[in-house]
């Protein structure tokens, strides 16, 4: 790839951030509160804008159904327009309510079932008014205990649920599902692998598309072959960006493996998947449990930066030359130069060409948003996973 | 061992409950809350009296500071006492106030450090108040990234902390030292693993112990492998009960892997741990996120006696006898028969010994406790993590 | 179930045995021989004999291509009629030759992905002379080293194998693919989970089914799970049974954790799958590295018959109910009130009516076959995974 | 720290290579043999000192015992010498006798244990002999099935060899334990964790040193924690360096996670323990199954090298002023700036200063050494682990 395209590539990449990332998150153990917390869905959208404002590449903000319900989504998008970002994928959200105890979509209570399924369809509504063209379902639903109730009769329930979402997306709307290992459910989880999601997306159609969030996996799992794997099915919709060491971490992307992510980005690139209309979507999905949350996000836009420009700089044809010739060090080796490379004077480079400062950590700390924000906000309740 | 030293042996076995067991729990997703749950001290002690009513072995409930604060803690003990329970250990909490965000006696702020040190030392006046023999110490002190702190500096600040609490132990009170690989810190937990565990109890003297949990492990740990080193060492102090297939899924005990909690049990038999005055202590350590709570204790009291049991009776002379001449499939076959033998018989005669009804659960079931307190605790705040 | 019902099922259970058990096997460490050891595939299928004599329901063989290789397969069919026992599943092996250093059906390499494929079709010609229905397909196939070879491709370079080994297939032979997460490979397997061996399947048509091999699953895996989804989407070919406490250990099947073995026999007697002609094949596949063979292969027998039991056990209506009211206690109870029942009285019964001494193991040992063959099989090669 | 402080480091770090990694080695499943490979230990030599003339930092070879046992150790000595490097620490080897099925030194049989010590204080000999200063010892004592031997038991006469070893120990000799999860023993491991290592190490006294194999952990294990806590308690003796992505792989060191091995380089650097007299011992461990070996041995010395010079340039003041801040995010960022770093122009400097060619990997595959060794070693039997 040319100098050019790279720089090219990395001032058209676009990724998604999460309304939910600017609210107070935790552990069970204690959410921290932060001063500034936004608390309504326009000042999310405007800490959301912040990232975007000096990143470049992150115009797009994700809602999260009912933490971001407002009356009036037409008038929220507005707002959007005009903070400089645009409303993206809606999120689901069937796990807070006393009724899903057991389970929303796969409970063995038609009733809440109904319920769960309402909500979907209601999330579609807003994605009319919106005009978003995804929605992203996650599902706690599982078991905590052996026995607790039928593996395979939840199945049924799932897919049933699934098919009526997907009759009522529009033509130009997809559904994405995600998987998730475990938590909340501590023995058995409704989707709890790619291999569920997909044979359900399969099922329903090329609108239904699978989201990979890097924490939702076992130890050990290969989520770089996963990516491979989803690209070549034409399966991939999205990604959820985050990074962990143990469990779900939700830590900031890269921070955990900054080597595995820059394998992933490698597969889009591989794939030409990095392309903004190529139909996979990258959005960050993080918990900043006790770093101060817009920076967080800054410094996250940055790392996905950073592996994609390492794994666009990979040397493609010495690669597959390597590769073909069976020289295992020589492929590697072609591998680990572009990952051992320093990218921030490029990426100094790009921000310099779209107008921003080079250095985005450092500027938004001038730009006083932070000390004005934790000033203005006072009083009303804080944005959290519980509101 | 005599069908008679197993009845004995098993009627003085004792488990002893958490009080934070009866209030709510649940995931940083979500904590369902439920019916009846107490809202004091005093409906904590009166549920978990409940828990030793039906089982017969269960007389002793751990508090937790703050959650179980209370002016008169005399007072407290006599309840208990009438309720037919007794107050055990006491455990502390430096991980619920916001200045805890980045560490409590492990944090870079020595006011913060005291302060947190200002806690332990109180809750050993509580336990002078109490007469309660152990104080139970589990830090959540960690970071999230690497670099945020450093690790070494921070192990001295854990060791002057423990040495200050150390030092104001009465001749009959102990310090138990729990570890835990990760959550809620993310990157690196000031006390991960026994051996870091162990490590400081042995320079901090003989009433400093471990105590393991038995959900805190790496995926893969051997747990009764440590619980046999301990014991050879002299250094288990407690176990925290429960189970986990993921992560701290803090399940019943013997709820996920069964056969694991026998292994263990094994390990205390074969080195006479069992005994009440052997100087570990049996606490279950659980949340009962979705299941109630009274009856979830019940259960986990009676796997623990069904393990225990199943240890009793291996036979240690052909045990012994099949390892002694290398016998694989001869030794694995005498615990094997243990372990496969139905105790559920002989438990039903010990409790009918014991004066109790031979089926716990069902009796609690009958009982109409449940409705009671359903009906009678309206209003006021349902004790959870948080209060 | 009725109790008749119950010894029916116990009683047709059909559980096949793997040629390569009785060989030498081992770690890369050390390989420990055992005296006795077959020297040949007639010596391998007189030892599987005696596991079928003692337990009654262990009547098939599994061979392994080239460790099996004979050149009259027809008369190795005769001597197994003889011994009482008759050949299954027909087991590939490309792993064990110098040019599949960098793989087999997925080598950058044409030539050895011919030659590797040619083993897969001559595998098929083994199987219409010896009357086999299952080709039994595990590639060891992978990298050891990010970037060493493309994923993707390789996964085109797989499709084009199995293809063309479909293509071979007779109307009533089958394929049945084996997933794996690692070992041999260490970076990246090329069929590392069953969504992957599922996608594959599915493209290729009804005779291309997954096995699962119950220690090659990330830590935590749900493998009842995975059992439970494929047998509700028709695609669960076949069991490789053993037990594993960190990797692929290979451990006798139900060593490591009775109760998950238990769960997963739960799912297939929900499913009705334990028919023997439910399309559902059940083989041992483990490695006795310092246990004598025999004895631990009718252990692993009968530990599958002791889950099965178990699992036959478990009141079904009951279960039903419990769940459906959300009852999470009371449905878990029911699960284990069948794996707390002790079913070896039961299993002694069952095999006294096949007119079989109802302690397999015991009669073993009393036969004097091990002194016999210790005594007979002197010089020679003895069998192990390399010969 | 000044640069010219970073480049001395650099020139004076010290590694040591394995005689056995230019040996065969594989996996259960197959071991591929290489062209070239060496067939005495005076080949593996000549092989090491080859990795020492192209880096400059790996002079000392470790020699296994008995792979690597001669007559007259003193002239193999003088041949290292010839060679440009010398003999390092001494490994003893009490897995591979039919005799250690199961275990050596924890054997139930005493005459087993014996014949382990006796193979130990052997070793003992050839360290006066070599003039080696360290003895290693792994045992891969341990057992398979539950309930095979008794756990404690095991504690006693590992404790017993231990003590015999050291007292045999001369003044101016070191005993390093090693520590292993698990493989080739498959249920528990005699000295499984640092923990265990750690305990036997205090009792025995100053000359017991704890060994890190970054392979032998838990997946999830925060390495750098041990790494740290165990050279604040003066009981880091050596490291065995390797990477893997799931089980003890044995892959290049750094080449599953280079951030990690950065991170552990990070905490030697900051304990001052770089120094080659600081008592740490950096030792390579590895497996070079399907790439050629002493590119591999090369590239692993440099992958060190690469972390060790990110650990120098780490900005102690700015990370430990943020550190004492409580600036998450800034403490993390100066970490993150010395790892994103692009070390390799540093390196290259350094090794022109030793009067090398900047580039170790080009240098040797121009310098015809393999194809000379190819051509010239021919018939013998090549050295693996077996021989």
Known sequence: MTET???????????????????????????????????????????????????GVAPIVSLHIPWDRVDDFAKLGSYAAEQGVR????????????????????????????????????????????????????????????????????????????????????????????????????????VPDWGTAYAHCLKLGEKAQVVIDTGHHAPGTNIEFIVAFLLREGKLGAFDFNSRFYADDDLMVGAADPFQLFRIMYEIVRADALRPDSGVNFMLDQCHNIEPKIPAQIRSVMNVQE??????????????????????????????????????????????????????????ARSGYAQRIAAERVGGQQAGWGA
Chains 1, 2, 3, 4 share one sequence.
């Open 5 to 55: 395209a790279v720089r090219d590539a990395l001032r058209a990449q676009r990724i998604e951030v999460p309304s939910w990332a600017y609210g107070n998150s935790g552990t069970r153990f204690k959410v921290f509160s932060q001063p500034g917390v936004p608390r309504t869905p326009e000042e999310k959208i405007a800490d959301a804008a912040q990232v975007h404002a000096f990143t």
């Open 307 to 364: 592996a994609t420009a390492k794994a666009l700089l990979v040397d493609a044809e010495a690669l597959a030359a390597a590769q073909t010739a069976g020289d295992v060090l020589g492929a590697n080796g072609v591998l680990m130069d572009a990952y051992d490379t320093d990218v921030r004077p490029l990426l100094r480079e790009v921000r310099a060409d779209l107008g921003l400062d080079p250095e985005p950590m450092a500027a938004y």
């Open 87 to 190: 409303i993206g994928t809606i999120n689901t959200n069937v796990f807070q309510d006393d009724d899903y105890r057991l389970g929303s979509v796969t409970n063995p209570d038609p009733r809440i079932r109904r319920k769960a399924l309402g909500h979907l369809l209601e999330c579609v509504d807003i994605m009319d008014a919106t005009g978003s063209a995804d929605l992203k379902l996650w599902f706690s639903d599982g078991t905590n205990y052996p026995g607790q109730d039928d593996i395979r009769a939840r199945q049924d329930r799932l897919a049933e649920a699934l098919a009526a979402t997907y009759e009522r997306l529009g033509d130009d709307q997809r559904m994405l599902l995600e998987y998730k290992l475990f938590e909340p459910a501590f023995y058995m989880t409704d």
